[in-house]
Nanobody
């Protein structure tokens, strides 16, 4: 069982940067793939980025590639999402999720545990 708590959301202006954190409970955090997803009002939850167990493999949605960076510190049971050059279309509730899959999924249905989400609002 893993419990996830996101933090770091807020209101920023277009072009600003923001860093999100996802703190996990449990002693086996390093055995989970972790992903970030986001959901804007009226839209489905969509994939943003994911990182593998050791942190040496990452993958991003095209819409955030080159602007967002996912990283993890297994010693601190924490995954980070550094968001730069933010755009109004990045406005959403951001969720982190953990997967027990033996591969590195991007589909939300492959993730077993979810945080409660943190709001990110980017003004133009």
């Amino acid at each position: 069982q893993v419990q996830l708590v996101e933090s770091g959301g807020g209101l920023v202006q277009a072009g600003d940067s923001l860093s999100l954190s996802c703190a996990a409970s449990g002693r086996t955090f390093s055995s989970y793939v972790v992903g970030w997803f986001r959901q804007a009002p009226g839209k489905e939850r969509g994939f943003v980025a994911r990182i593998n167990w050791s942190g040496d493999s990452t993958y991003y949605a095209d819409s955030v590639k080159g602007r967002f960076t996912i990283s993890r510190d297994n010693a601190k049971n924490t995954v980070y999402l550094l968001m730069s050059s933010l755009r109004p279309e990045d406005t959403a509730v951001y969720y982190c999720a953990a997967s027990r899959a033996p591969y590195t999924p991007t589909a939300a249905r492959s993730y077993d545990y979810w945080g409660q989400g943190t709001q990110v609002t980017v003004s133009s």
